[in-house]
């Protein structure tokens, strides 16, 4: 492995379901050790529940205010917080602010920012074909679980 340097500006730029991203670290660079993809996320935006069979997530709250749920877990993250979502758990986030919010997601080992890169290669309106999305969330060990009961 080499040692990386990406700066503040750097990054490949992403569009997944609407949500800008940026791919910081990718696993091709790290030998399959880790990815990081930084999300710009808009006022009550934030993925479905959802759960992760083959790598750990570990978020970094940047800017604004994030509603979180990890398992049996629910709580309010703010600016310099630390989540970190196993394997195998179910969870989602749901971004508070008014103006757009920004986290960092480290994920071990790598693989799943090839969904955010196949998701973005898609047309806006190719994204909204819910059933290609989950055809491409099975093939990286994505599950997209059912919206909890209101």
């Not at 880790?34 to 993925?47: F, I, K, Y």
């Not at 919010?101 to 071990?108: A, D, E, H, N, Q």
């Amino acid at each position: 492995m080499t040692p990386l340097h990406i700066p503040s500006n750097g990054g490949a730029k992403l569009n997944v379901l609407g949500i800008p991203m940026v791919m910081r670290i990718h696993g091709r660079d790290t030998n399959g050790t880790v990815s990081a993809v930084e999300s710009h996320d808009v006022p009550g935006g934030g993925p479905p529940p959802h759960i992760h069979h083959r790598e750990d997530e570990t978020f970094q709250i940047i800017e604004g205010e994030y509603e979180w749920t990890v398992g049996d877990q629910k709580f309010v993250a703010q600016p310099g917080a630390t989540v970190f979502a196993p394997r195998g758990i179910p969870h989602t986030y749901r971004y508070l602010g008014t103006t757009p919010g920004r986290l960092m997601c480290i994920m071990t080992p790598s693989g799943f920012e090839g969904f955010f890169e196949e998701i973005s290669a898609l047309s806006p309106e190719q994204q909204q074909d819910i059933p290609r999305v989950m055809e491409i969330a099975k093939k990286f060990g994505l599950e997209f679980l059912p919206p909890p009961a209101a």
